[in-house]
């Protein structure tokens, strides 16, 4: 089963997931043991066909750390934190994090776009 820790020791994700906006952005760093890639890769490939499937989800991608490196970054958009929290709290999702290899460790945050003048738009 996959370890949380926290990105923000500030901001929990269930403090988060208190405030009503979209679009979020989601992004969960997980950190495993070499030996546990592939069962990492399929337990998120699961749990992404899950997502796929619910209100406000849009897109999600995900990244490996290059050079052997056992750190993979989720990016996933959803329309807003309630459609997001809705899908955490789905039968099906919860069923999934004991599929997760014991070594993974998960640091989930949600953000939000910003501005900064003359670099991005909002």
Request: proline content about 6%.
């Amino acid at each position: 089963m996959v370890e949380i820790v926290e990105m923000d020791k500030r901001i929990t994700l269930d403090k988060q997931l208190e405030e009503d906006i979209g679009p979020v952005i989601l992004i969960n760093k997980f950190n495993l043991d070499p030996q546990d890639v592939n069962q990492f890769l399929k337990a998120w490939a699961s749990d992404a066909e899950i997502m796929k499937q619910q209100p406000g989800f849009i897109s999600t991608q995900l990244h490996r750390g290059i050079a052997e490196s056992c750190t993979f970054i989720n990016y996933a958009v959803w329309e807003s934190t309630s459609q997001f929290k809705q899908a955490l709290s789905t039968p099906q999702f919860q069923a999934k994090k004991s599929e997760y290899p014991a070594s993974a460790i998960a640091s989930p945050h949600l953000f939000k776009k910003i501005a900064v003048p003359g670099i991005c738009i909002d």
